[in-house]
């Protein structure tokens, strides 16, 4: 029963880090500044997102997890729809509107949202 037990978890896990991105579908040599307004904010687990209206193409945006930014001095009110921020991105290699923030920049301060 044992080996059962364990062979369907085994064979579980690819489908669980699928279900979560792993940061590896990220394009790490087409690291780019994007500035514009945030449309949308969610300061939410597993990790917050803003979407932001980029020459004319509205972009997703992934930041770290909420408990980070608050630790990074990052907080929720600080991300308001309508507030112009920067964020050092890097693209999705799978889905085109999607980018992971290596750092933000808001109201003058840059907040480390990597490791």
């Known amino acids: 029963m044992r080996a059962i037990l364990l062979a369907l978890a085994v064979a579980a896990l690819p489908a669980a880090a699928y279900a979560h991105h792993g940061w590896a579908s990220y394009d790490t040599a087409k690291q780019t500044k994007l500035t514009a307004k945030i449309d949308k ?3 939410t687990n597993p990790h917050g ?4 209206t980029v020459e004319g193409q509205q972009l997703y945006v992934l930041l770290s997890p909420p408990g980070r930014m608050v630790d990074r001095g990052l907080n ?15 693209p999705s290699t ?22």
Not at 49 to 52: A, D, H, K, L, V
Not at 95 to 110: F, L, R, S, Y
């Open 76 to 90: 929720a009110k600080d991300l308001t729809v309508g507030k112009t921020v920067t964020v050092e991105a890097q």
């Open 49 to 52: 997102e803003i979407w932001m």
């Open 94 to 115: 799978v889905n085109a509107n999607e980018w992971k923030a290596i750092n933000i920049t808001v109201d003058g301060k840059v907040y480390n949202l990597m490791r």
């Open 41 to 43: 904010v969610a300061f």
